[in-house]
């Protein structure tokens, strides 16, 4: 399956990168690089993830753990849609 990333999420990744990156360049490219590795993995097993137990009822969102970050997706036709990258704790609003 297609991956895609929603400007959303691309910077959510960029912010990630950003806020680690002030104690450490090398940690903030491990930590983007796992979660990005993470994501590509979706498109072998689109089911990894559990559901999102914030999500609307009317759109059913899944999520990856990678450390204390949630990747959180969608699945389209042929298509994993990444919504957000965020850390865990904080809640997620779908809006």
Known sequence: MKISWTPQARGDLEAIREYI???SAKYARMWVGKLVKKAQLLSQFPQLGRDVPEALEDEPLKE?????YRIIYGLGDGEIVIVTVMHG???????
């Open 89 to 95: 704790a904080r809640e997620f609003i779908n809006k």
């Open 64 to 68: 990856v753990l990678v450390g204390d």
């Open 21 to 23: 990156a002030r104690d």
